[in-house]
C-alpha cells in the first residue's frame, strides 16, 4: 500500500504564504500524476492543480499566478506554494497520487488525510 502524508498547513494572514509538502510512502512501483484538492466547508472538493511525472502542470483558474505546484520525483514528494492566499483559499488541502504499488498491479488512487489551511482577512 502506499500512503500520503500532507504537512505545511496552517493560519496564515491574507496576502501571505504556506507551502504544503506531501510525501508518498510504503510500496511504490511507480507514481504517474500527483495534484492538490482542496474542500473548503460547505463546498465540494475541487482540483487546485496537477503536475505530471515529467512536470507537466496544470492550475484552476481561482489559483493561476498564485500557486505553484511541484515534485520531487527521487523523494515521491509533491508540493504547492501558496501565495497572496485570500480568505476563500481557506480549506482542507488533500494530496492525490495515482500510480501502482507493484509492477503487476492495476492502477491505483491514493489520497492523504488533509491539511486545514485557514487564511484570515
Known amino acids: 500500500q502506499v500512503q500520503l502524508v500532507e504537512s505545511g498547513g496552517g493560519l496564515v494572514q491574507a496576502g501571505g504564504s504556506l507551502r504544503l509538502s506531501c510525501a508518498a510512502s510504503?510500496?511504490?512501483?511507480?507514481?504517474?500524476?500527483m495534484a492538490w484538492y482542496r474542500q473548503a466547508p460547505g463546498k465540494q472538493r475541487e482540483l487546485v492543480a496537477t503536475?505530471?511525472?515529467?512536470?507537466?502542470?496544470n492550475y484552476a483558474d481561482s489559483v493561476e499566478g498564485r500557486f505553484t505546484i511541484s515534485r520531487d520525483n527521487a523523494k515521491n514528494t509533491v508540493y504547492l506554494q501558496m501565495s497572496s492566499l485570500k480568505p476563500e483559499d481557506t480549506a482542507v488541502y488533500y494530496c492525490?497520487?495515482?500510480?501502482?504499488?507493484?509492477?503487476?498491479?492495476?492502477?491505483?488512487?491514493?489520497w492523504g488525510k488533509g491539511t486545514l489551511v485557514t487564511v484570515s482577512s
Open positions: 510504503g510500496s511504490i512501483f511507480s507514481i504517474n500524476d
Open positions: 503536475i505530471t511525472s515529467g512536470g507537466s502542470t
Open positions: 492525490y497520487a495515482g500510480g501502482r504499488p507493484s509492477p503487476w498491479s492495476r492502477f491505483m488512487d491514493y
